[in-house]
T-cell receptor, first 117, second 116 residues
Framework: AQSVAQPEDQVNVAEGNPLTVKCTYS??????LFWYVQYPNRGLQFLLK??????LVKGSYGFEAEFNKSQTSFHLKKPSALVSDSALYFC???????????????FGTGTQLKVEL | EAQVTQNPRYLITVTGKKLTVTCSQN?????MSWYRQDPGLGLRQIYY???????DKGDVPEGYKVSRKEKRNFPLILESPSPNQTSLYFC???????????????FGAGSRLTVL
């Protein structure tokens, strides 16, 4: 069975500092990996995804994520955090039918990011 | 504007009183899905549909029903709600095809349901 772990319930960072939100996964096969963000009272919004190719993926709002196959990780990063980045972040994994998976999208439990002045 | 619309956004009901949460998308997406979000548990899939008249169970289908009579609509039905179904519910949709693994979900704004 596939799974996603977000080991930190909450991450606190000062505005202007770099931020990292961690994600590790467990799958059989080659994964597609996603990050979504949820602002208060809103639905989830897509941030970025890794499908294949360059391990460093750039997404919306200055976020990026690095796929590390050996460590089975897909950590979300931003060089300089903003107060407006404060939100709940979800990592998700899917193994597509094309590579023998069931195409099921599995979400992590979410990490609350708090950026303070 | 491309969107997924859920109604109601907030609902308080009592045990056993049937309710329906509607979901509609205007993007001509084949795939639609319902999730519930609970603290510490993340998002768990309830049901999904790959196209009209094609639905299947997700991870937590007990106590829920769905239907997909039209491509744009995917209502979630709670025939006899219980307090353990108090949760935040999200509908989502995406394209579906051979390369559907890469497709991104578009989420509705959520429906907060309280069952007393």
């Amino acid at each position: 069975a596939q799974s996603v772990a977000q080991p930190e319930d909450q991450v606190n960072v000062a505005e202007g500092n770099p931020l990292t939100v961690k994600c590790t996964y467990s799958v059989s096969g080659n994964p597609y990996l996603f990050w979504y963000v949820q602002y208060p009272n809103r639905g989830l919004q897509f941030l970025l995804k890794y499908i294949t190719g360059d391990n460093l993926v750039k997404g919306s709002y200055g976020f990026e994520a690095e796929f590390n196959k050996s460590q089975t990780s897909f950590h979300l990063k931003k060089p300089s955090a903003l107060v407006s980045d404060s939100a709940l972040y979800f990592c998700a994994v899917r193994v597509p039918i094309l590579t023998g998976g069931g195409n099921k999208l599995t979400f992590g439990t979410g990490t609350q990011l708090k950026v303070e002045l | 504007e491309a969107q997924v619309t859920q109604n109601p956004r907030y609902l308080i009901t009592v045990t056993g009183k049937k309710l329906t949460v509607t979901c509609s998308q205007n993007m001509n997406h084949e795939y639609m899905s319902w999730y519930r979000q609970d603290p510490g548990l993340g998002l768990r899939q309830i049901y999904y549909s790959m196209n009209v008249e094609v639905t299947d169970k997700g991870d937590v289908p007990e106590g829920y029903k769905v239907s997909r009579k039209e491509k744009r609509n995917f209502p979630l039905i709670l025939e006899s709600p219980s307090p353990n179904q108090t949760s935040l519910y999200f509908c989502a949709s995406s394209l579906f095809g051979r390369l559907s693994g890469a497709n991104v979900l578009t989420f509705g704004a959520g429906s907060r349901l309280t069952v007393l």
